[in-house]
């Protein structure tokens, strides 16, 4: 499953550090984050395990995009189909997406990061839970 899905989730990471929207490498970036977001994005059509994450992925090159609505779009649409199909990783990596993104002032950005932190803590997902517990205490 990681193999299938890291290339989106490395390439969508580098294009998040790019802070230049000139630069020769936020473009490549770019490139090869609309690449293995189709890729991952054909695996989520084809095999429901793979939809959650494909559609997370969709919502970070879209916030990446300046499509800060589709964004928070696909993020819900993750949330709801990671919870149909009872995959609470895949739900919690949601909400951290969807709860990171939001102003550091907005209510429901606590909201979000503590129900990813709770999911993250049920699976034991120790990396996870540090990084929405670093985004509850505003250390990101």
């Known amino acids: ?29 770019a490139d090869f984050a609309r690449r293995s977001l189709k890729i991952a994005l054909k695996l989520g059509r084809k095999y429901w395990i793979f ?5 997370l992925y969709q919502g970070r090159y879209d916030w990446l995009s300046g499509k800060r609505k589709k964004a928070h779009k696909a993020w ?11 995959m609470p990783h895949e739900e919690g990596l949601a909400w951290y997406e969807f709860g990171r993104h939001l102003p550091t002032d907005d209510p429901d950005r606590t909201i979000h990061l503590q129900r990813a932190a709770e999911l993250f803590s049920e699976v034991e997902a120790a990396y996870y839970l540090d990084l929405a517990q670093k985004e509850l205490r505003g250390k990101l």
């Open 1 to 29: 499953y990681e193999g299938y899905m890291a290339p989106a989730e490395v390439f969508l990471a580098l294009l998040e550090i790019e802070d230049s929207e000139s630069s020769i490498n936020r473009q490549t970036a």
């Open 51 to 55: 939809e959650p994450r494909a559609i």
């Open 76 to 86: 819900s649409k993750s949330t709801e189909l990671a919870q149909e199909l009872g």
